[in-house]
């Protein structure tokens, strides 16, 4: 079992999502600093959507990412400064830019099942010199063998860890274990684990994580994040330290840093309400929901029923035609045709 | 494993220190209505602390709970409506009144070391028909081993089954693990588990208690409760569900019951706060935070450390005196003998 721990706190990043990105400057430099001095590994910051996800899909953010990532830059003095990149949505160019604007670090995220179309960024940032990360996400979509294959992907264009990504909510603590477990066999590089809280074990799975090897957990203030959000930093904190793990991240000031600077700008609590249940049990994208109680409405059936079915074929972004489908199956399967 | 589940709602007793005991009658009916709806096995109903719980130390009721009693006797039809009674704050008699208002079962708490104070009890509860539960609180604060005699204590007075309560949340899964196997393997009749949120961890302690063969798991609504409240019912249901136990309870019910009826009457959202981090850290009373606070600012230290002290020295209620004994000697240690 490693003992230490590095912690990824995103609040400036997944966190984002909870504040409609609408953090200021003056917010980011309050929240990077205070975890800079909790003694926090990686701050992470972008649109929650990763480099450039700004724009009228993924939400607008208030103010531009460059200048909140500077602003970051000049009061972070230990820890690493990480951006996200999602090819597709973000490009090396804009990764370009970032490392200009202070960024160190890189996570560079895809679908569990494919780490090629990340291999040239990977190459990229490897190249100019950062600290770089192939990130998996909605990994319960897939097996831990085939997991294990991905990661090999990302180890052999040169990252220096692999994050696992439970971006539905969706695993119980045994179903991270096998991951963890399945990658941590295959690569020689570190492996991190990024829960949600949908079924209110993040936690708990990345304390099962950690158990099972895993050397980084990402993690947000107040558990700061879309839905029902992310592992709470100061609370995973506490929990590393009982369990026996070392972390360079005090857990007393975490709590601090968050009262300060994450509650006063907080929208809504973070709390696990139903929909969030929903979309964590089916393991759908929470975009998913919307067109399913559209869906549902126009068919007279269940919103819930078409996201478990959805979860169940396995559906992945880009075919929300079949959210219809599903919708009229169930429909006609009720015998409800109208 | 067992592969079914019971699930002891108590949003109407753990849960109303969060409303600060203001439950009405209609509260009280709209709600067990839903859960008896939904298929909870048991639905718990009395003051916070229990039978004539309602007084200037534990706060008052609004509403005398013998009526709140009788009205969530009027609506439930198929689980059984149990109070909780702490020995010595309530006695036999409130028992013998919450029988007549309707109860048909009852779980007697007593501190994880003094099982034999709840041996009368237990027995008038038995012969009076009742389904009838042996509590053991703060179950932290002893090995499995001490506590596997303490339920066999239980088991011999006649209780139907054991309930272990992290009255502090300051278990981890393991550490759970460790003590439902332990009474498991002591006693005949099934274990259950009650687990607060303060590190996070309410709903997977609930799993892991469940994995290691518990049978009666307790939750709340929205996880009401005091502090971080305790695990969430209808997440706990849906992860259940997912880790393939078998409950009569449903999930999608129970978030429905949740939204309509729980939603309205909080206070306060039911996150986790910085003071329940630290009580479930320290593994302290929630009642000591003010008393820490008050010998902090007394003696120029820190509350936080006072409570770590206070867990390693597992002071229980009424050694509320030590507190000051504590925070005297961290300020010597310190050399802030102002």
Do not use: W
Request: aromatic letters at 6%; one cysteine or more; hydrophobic letters at 45%.
């Amino acid at each position: 079992m490693q003992k230490s721990i590095k912690i990824i706190d995103t609040t400036l990043r997944d966190g984002s999502h909870a504040v409609s990105h609408s953090f200021t400057p003056e917010q980011v430099k309050a929240i990077a600093g205070g975890l800079d001095a909790a003694g926090v590994d990686l701050i992470e910051i972008t649109h929650g959507d990763g480099l450039a996800g700004s724009s009228i899909n993924y939400g607008f953010s208030e103010h531009p990412e460059l200048e909140l990532i500077r602003a970051a830059s000049e009061v972070v003095k230990n820890a690493k400064l990480t951006v996200l990149l999602l090819p597709g949505i973000g490009t090396i160019e804009d990764l370009e830019m970032a490392r200009d604007a202070g960024a160190t670090a890189v996570r560079i995220a895809t679908h569990c099942t494919e780490a090629d179309i990340a291999i040239q960024h990977i190459r990229y940032a490897k190249e100019h010199g950062m600290f770089t990360v192939g990130f998996l996400m909605m990994v319960h979509m897939t097996s831990p063998e085939e997991l294990a294959k991905q990661a090999l992907v990302f180890e052999e264009a040169g990252a220096d860890y692999i994050n696992l990504a439970d971006s539905a909510g969706h695993l119980l603590p045994n179903e991270v274990r096998a991951r963890v477990k399945a990658v941590r066999e295959a690569v020689k590089i570190p492996v991190g684990f990024h829960a949600h809280n949908n079924l209110g074990v993040a936690v708990a799975n990345s304390l099962a994580a950690a158990e099972e090897g895993a050397q980084y957990l990402d993690a947000t203030l107040r558990g700061l994040g879309a839905g029902a959000g992310n592992a709470q930093s100061e609370v995973l904190a506490a929990v590393l330290n009982r369990a026996g793990f070392e972390t360079k991240a005090d857990f007393n000031t975490l709590m601090d840093v968050a009262a300060e600077f994450v509650d006063p700008v907080m929208k809504r609590p973070q709390v696990i309400f139903n929909d969030a249940i929903t979309i964590g049990y089916a393991g759908v994208y929470s975009s998913f929901l919307l067109h399913a109680r559209n869906a549902a409405e126009t068919y007279g059936v269940n919103a819930r029923e078409i996201l478990v079915e959805l979860g169940k074929r396995r559906m992945v972004g880009g075919q929300e035609d079949m959210i219809i489908d599903v919708a009229h199956e169930i429909a006609l399967q009720q015998g409800q045709t109208n």
